[in-house]
């Protein structure tokens, strides 16, 4: 391996010796028994955010194979601050490649038996289906596809995937909301939910809506994004990206361990898009950059504002079930706010909807709300207990119209606390060939409805 010393900047070498020296794991050759991570192209926090904690099937030595941007410096520094942190610092020594041909280098060598992929999204298909091809598992931030073409080289992907017996998943955090998690739980009890309603594409059975920020803190700090993340065609539509989580969420909950196939299961009806706004100063203070690069430019009005599409939201049918998604972008939260969800799943008896606005202190809050007449207290309490056996401490408390559902504060664990768990249960399956027969089928469904929506979007 040719030395990278020479092309990386004083900056970034101070960086990895620091790393180096703060790390305490062992130096020298990477454990052939543990699984041992591969970071390619680290653009995107999510990459660091695997990090955070230690895993005792995981080398402590982890291969960086990228090429010299500022992104890799950006996510070299989180990695360092987790090995540096006051609780539980982790002990991760990262060994890092840098050049042109650092994704041939990567395949050529395999230091790893796992990419870990998020960033830049233009390329991520094709690192995807090639890490694949080579013989690499895959853990993959949403989202694997962007438009329709990458879909197709997704479904590839798993195809080979499944014929070299090699695990590709995604990183799905939304699963382990806490609020998520019970609507999900509730709603699998006929006696109070009852059934799921169809609806109709006016009145969906299920929505899911989402508020994102651009201006927003990570681990403490306010977070640096690439500028390429304002670039729809490196970063993705908002409708191809946030509402993947939303997808996933829909299909998790409304057919819980069923297998979703697309060709019969899924049919999108309508989908639309619309742009955030940022102006010059704005962009500034999330890139530190002083200017729109040339790819930017033509999405700049006036010399000076930033027109991103963002936005975007899907009208369709799973199962028969009408369900809706959307995902909106504003710059920046207003004070003591932050990203925000709602969604609701209508049932013949009752209705579960998750709501986060300032009456929730911009909390996720479950709520029970009777669809139509009412529902005895003992009816609840009964169900209830049901959901205290996987869940011991969970509570309701009675409103005017129905019943908030009261989760005690260990259960509340915050959005970057949930890639660990992501992570926890790829490892599972990585160990143990374990994974659920619905999970790949349901992932390639999930990927054909955010494409086919905007395929749809662009169209209108």
């Known amino acids: 391996m040719k030395s990278i010393w020479p092309i990386m900047s004083s900056k970034l070498i101070l960086l990895i010796a620091l790393a180096a020296c703060n790390s305490r794991a062992e130096k020298g050759a990477a454990d052939s028994s543990k699984v041992r991570l591969v970071t390619l192209d680290p ?14 099937d995981v080398d402590s030595t982890v291969f960086v194979y990228a090429p010299e941007t500022p992104d890799v410096q950006l996510h070299l520094e989180k990695i360092k601050a987790y090995n540096e942190q ?21 395949l050529e060598e395999k230091k790893g038996n796992v990419v870990v992929l998020a960033g830049n999204n233009r390329q991520k298909t094709e690192y995807i ?15 694997m596809a962007i438009d329709g073409k990458s879909f197709k080289a997704l479904e590839a992907a798993f195809e080979t995937a499944k014929k070299k017996d090699l695990l590709l998943y995604d990183i799905m955090t939304e699963r382990y909301e806490i609020t998520t998690m019970l609507q999900r739980e509730f709603s699998m009890l006929p006696e109070l939910f009852g059934s799921l309603e169809k609806g109709t594409p006016d009145n969906p059975s299920v929505t899911k809506e989402s508020t994102h920020h651009f201006y927003k803190y990570v ?7 690439p500028a390429w993340f304002m670039d729809v065609t490196q970063e993705g539509e908002g409708i191809v990206d946030v509402t993947t989580h939303l997808v996933d969420l829909i299909q998790w909950e409304c057919f819980p361990d ?34 729109f690069p040339d790819y930017l430019k033509k999405d700049v009005v006036n010399d000076s504002v930033l027109r991103v599409y963002s936005n975007g939201e899907i009208n369709y049918q799973l199962k028969g079930v009408h369900a809706r998604v959307s995902v909106n972008w504003a710059f920046q939260a207003p004070e003591g706010t932050g990203d ?17 606005g300032a009456e929730q202190n911009y909390k996720p809050v479950l709520y029970i ?4 007449g009412s529902i005895s207290e003992d009816v609840v309490n009964a169900q209830l207990a049901k959901v205290q056996a996987k869940y011991p401490g969970i509570s309701v408390k009675k409103l005017g119209k129905g019943w908030e559902v009261v989760v005690p504060e260990k259960y509340k664990e915050g959005h970057e606390a949930h890639f660990a768990r992501v992570m926890e249960k790829f490892l599972e399956y990585l160990k143990n060939k374990n994974i659920p027969e619905w ?9 054909y409805t955010t494409t086919k929506g905007l395929e749809l979007a662009r169209a209108r």
């Open 340 to 356: 925000t969800h709602y969604s609701i799943m209508r049932g013949t008896k009752a209705n579960l909807v998750i709501r986060q």
């Open 129 to 143: 289906k090639r890490s694949v091809d080579a013989g690499l598992n895959v853990l993959a931030d949403k989202p």
């Open 369 to 372: 709300e009777p669809a139509s």
């Open 86 to 106: 006051p609780v539980d610092p982790t002990r991760w020594n990262e060994q890092v490649y840098t050049g042109s041909d650092f994704f041939t280098k990567m």
């Open 43 to 56: 653009g995107h926090f999510h990459a660091a955010l695997v990090q955070k904690k230690m895993y005792p």
């Open 219 to 225: 681990s403490g700090k306010v977070l640096t994004r």
């Open 439 to 447: 999970e790949v089928p349901n992932m390639i469904a999930k990927y």
């Open 258 to 291: 069923q297998i979703i196939r697309y060709q019969n299961d899924v049919k999108v009806n309508s989908a639309r898009r619309w742009y955030t706004e940022m102006t010059l100063s704005q962009f500034k203070s999330i890139t530190k950059q002083d200017k």
